[in-house]
Structure formats: C-alpha cells, structure tokens
C-alpha cells in the first residue's frame, strides 16, 4: 500500500517548455487534489477533482490544467512553463470531499 | 470565506519542554480542522483532526489539540517534545460538504537540546 506517489520527484525546465506532473494513490479515494507549496504561503490549491469524471478549478489555476484519468490517477500539466511556477507540487487524496486528505511526497519544480 | 492565520513563523523549544502552536481560523460555520506535519523534504502527515464533538482531540506523535469555538482557535499541544518533533506545521481549515481546505502559512518548530 504506496498512499499516494507523485512523478517525478524533481525537474527543472526551461521557459516556455511544457511537462506533466504525475501522481497515483491506491487508498480507492474519490477525491485528488493538486497544491504548490511556496515558502512563507503555506499549500494554495491549483486544480482538484472530487470524483472520477470531475475538475474543478481551486485558488491559483492559471497556467496549469489537469486530467482525472481514471479513479486512481489524477495529473498536472503546465503547457508553457514561467519562472513563477517554480514550487513543490503536492497531490493530495481524500475518500471524499470533507474528510482528511492525504498527500504525496511532491515534486520540486525550478523553472529558469 | 474561509482563512487560517498560524501568528508564529518560527519557534524555538529545548527539548523536554512543553510546545503550544497557535492556529486561528475565520469560517462561517462549524469547521472541520486539521493539523499537518511536515519534515524536510517531506510530504505532509495528518496529525490530528477535529470534525464535532469532544474539543480535545488526540493525534498522533503525543500531540493533542483544542477547539475553541469562542475564540476561533485550534491550538496544537504537546507536554514534551523530543528532538524529532522539529518540522513546520501546518493549520487548516476545511469546510463542511465542501472541498477545498484551506492552508496557514505553517510555523517552522526547532528543538534545541
């Protein structure tokens, strides 16, 4: 039982390149989330999904979209990288929408 | 519109000592609450939660924390903390049938021996 897993741990692109953010959890949770971390502003929600099927957007989408692939998979796209998206991407699961949710170990992104 | 304020950026205990983490959170109704660990290069790890109930609740790792409806806070306690309890924690705030959970902007704890 992994949790949830997110790929790749680290990666750094040039402006304007384009990358997808993977994350997986097997916990057979409806809800996945997608937050960035950013020193001194605490985890701010890009995109979440509450079941298979559904995407909403969360407080700081722009740039980024996202697929809910299956139950089990939910991934972040940034289609032409800033410097401002540099951050720790977590993925987040939760059985359903209001109950704890659990996160991945992230992902650390330098845009230059 | 739901917000968590965490007062303390950073706070230094030596090792034994008691530990008491603020958290103060804005929301119109009853809120669901959490406190969240996180270790270097870490993900986040749920401490402990406060749906409804008793207002005491106990985590994990000794940790316990308090809500106070009166007082909009959900402090985070522990009566002797170890080396290995330094990390940045974590406050939020979630709202009933909803689905966002929103974030304070974490307290970095050192523990000095």
């Known amino acids: 039982n992994a949790g949830v897993t997110q790929t790749p741990k680290f990666q750094v692109l040039k402006t304007g390149q384009s990358m997808t953010l993977q994350c997986a959890q097997d916990?057979?949770?409806?809800?996945m989330y997608w937050y960035r971390q950013d020193p001194g502003m605490g985890l701010r929600l890009i995109y979440y999904?509450?079941?298979?099927?559904?995407?909403d957007k969360g407080e700081v989408p722009n740039g980024y979209n996202v697929s809910r692939l299956n139950k089990r998979e939910f991934s972040l796209r940034l289609e032409s990288a800033a410097p401002s998206q540099t951050s720790v991407y977590f993925c987040?699961?939760?059985?359903?929408?209001?109950?704890?949710?659990?996160f991945g170990p992230g992902t650390r992104l330098t845009v230059t | 519109a739901q917000s968590v304020t965490q007062p303390d950026i950073h706070i230094t205990v030596s090792e034994g000592a008691s530990l008491e983490l603020r958290c103060n959170y804005s929301?119109?109704?009853?809120?669901?609450l959490f406190w969240y660990v996180q270790s270097p290069g870490q993900g986040l790890q749920l401490l402990l939660k406060?749906?409804?109930?008793?207002?005491l609740v106990q985590g994990i790792k000794g940790f316990e924390a308090e809500f106070k409806r009166s007082q909009s806070s959900f402090n985070l306690r522990k009566p002797s903390v170890h080396w290995s309890d330094a990390a940045e924690y974590f406050c939020?705030?979630?709202?009933?049938?909803?689905?966002?959970?929103?974030f304070g902007a974490g307290t970095i704890l050192r523990v000095k021996s």
């Open positions: 916990m057979n949770h409806n809800s």
């Open positions: 987040a699961s939760s059985e359903d929408s209001f109950y704890e949710q659990y």
């Open positions: 406060y749906f409804s109930g008793d207002t």
């Open positions: 929301y119109g109704a009853t809120p669901y």
């Open positions: 999904s509450a079941s298979e099927g559904t995407t």
């Open positions: 939020a705030v979630g709202a009933r049938y909803g689905n966002k959970l929103v």
